[in-house]
């Protein structure tokens, strides 16, 4: 396993949950880390991504101002901080490795970890 991501569960609405996601390959400290999602019968959706050494970050509209990354170089883990969950956040949430800067299309990411469900009930 390359990537491994935990934290997924069971949440109610408007409540909170934490995911992780370690990177067991080498990979570019320079490079971005992100988490997709995906809902039955949905497309692949980008919710955030980190880049390496300067941390800049990017979100998802779905998710601006409820949802945070984050990542620590020295573990080779990015964390996604979820507040404020709706039903509509259900889905399995991947993490993904690039190795180029700041990205935010799934195609631009080579390494994918098995994914978590986070299922929000209402």
């Known amino acids: 396993v390359q990537l491994q991501a935990s934290g997924g569960g069971l949440v109610q609405a408007g409540g909170s949950l934490n995911l992780s996601c370690t990177v067991f390959?080498?990979?570019?400290?320079?490079?971005?880390l992100g988490w997709f999602r995906q809902a039955p019968g949905l497309e692949r959706e980008f919710v955030a991504a980190?880049?390496?050494?300067?941390?800049?970050?990017r979100y998802g509209d779905s998710v601006k101002g409820r949802f945070a990354i984050s990542r620590d170089l020295a573990k080779n883990t990015v964390y996604l901080h979820m507040n404020s969950l709706k039903s509509e956040d259900t889905a399995i949430y991947y993490c993904?490795?690039?190795?180029?800067?700041?990205?935010?299309?799934?195609?631009?990411?080579?390494?994918w970890g098995q994914g978590t469900q986070v299922t929000v009930s209402s």
């Open positions: 993904a490795a690039s190795n180029k800067g700041i990205v935010t299309d799934a195609k631009d990411y080579s390494l």
């Open positions: 980190i880049s390496g050494i300067l941390r800049t970050t």
């Open positions: 390959t080498p990979t570019s400290r320079k490079g971005t």
